[in-house]
């Protein structure tokens, strides 16, 4: 697994960064914002992948997940997540080739209401099994609602089952003894994240930049139809890929689902003869 640098948010806290470089010149620079619990080292064969065909490569760890600072699964408001990703384009972007932001199940969230805000945009977007909606038991939603101002910090355990996210069996186990990975979910994180879900589907009319959504049509974690609302919006496409789970990334079909997503990125780059 690639090792992370530490680089210092706007409030100072530290963050964890990861980068795969590509052999010559870049065709963009690509940013990975991981789902809930993980960390940006679980992309290594993607980022891989992503390198190979061009794409400067760089995962964040959001900060409460992976080897980053902060309270473990915690964030007070999603603007501290989007003020971070704010920061990290920029400085994508000051690197000079165009700029791609993609965000896997919460990170698919998050990278959503971040292309919804006012911030300075990407030029392309890729949300993988966005969490827009997620079979959460009803019990843990009243409890977040219930607790996540008075006791914002408590933990409860996510219950998430390795099996659900690939059918490679290797993708769970690591998933599972993964020292980096977070078991547990805060109710203020809960409060934020349900927020997220709602306000996403309603201004899902203000993503203004190319957009490629891809499913998995086998997800028991974020049902495949939930991103069906995505469906018909200009600029965005929606490809659901038959039988593959939730990190459809890492399943057995995995490297040619990115290499799907790599060449949708190369025939939407700014000068391609998809954006004429």
Known sequence: MSSPSTIAA??????????????GEARASLLIIHGLGEHGGRYERA??????AGFDT???DLRGFGASGGRRAYVERLDVWLDDVADRLAALRDLG????????SMGGLVCLRYAESDRPQPDLLVVSAPAVAGNVP???????????????????KNAIDGSVL?????VGADYVADPLNVHSTTTRLGVVLFGAQAAAIADRTRIRVPT????????????????????????????????LA??????????????????????HLPGSAHRT
């Open 212 to 243: 490629l959504v891809i499913h998995g049509g086998a997800d028991h974690l974020v049902p495949t139809a939930s991103s069906a609302v995505f469906d018909g919006l200009p600029g965005v496409e929606r490809r659901v890929y038959d039988g």
């Open 166 to 170: 690939s059918r490679d069996p290797a």
């Open 47 to 52: 980022a891989g992948i992503f390198a190979g």
């Open 97 to 104: 080739p165009p700029v791609v932001l993609l965000g896997h």
């Open 10 to 23: 706007r409030d100072g806290e530290a963050l964890a960064l990861r980068h795969w470089p590509v052999a």
């Open 246 to 267: 939730h990190e459809t990334f890492n399943e057995p079909e995995g490297p040619q689902v990115v290499a799907d997503v790599a060449a949708w990125i190369g025939a």
């Open 58 to 60: 760089w995962a964040l």
């Open 138 to 156: 009803a019990w843990k939603r009243v409890l977040a609602r219930a607790l996540g101002g008075v006791a914002p910090t408590l933990a409860v």
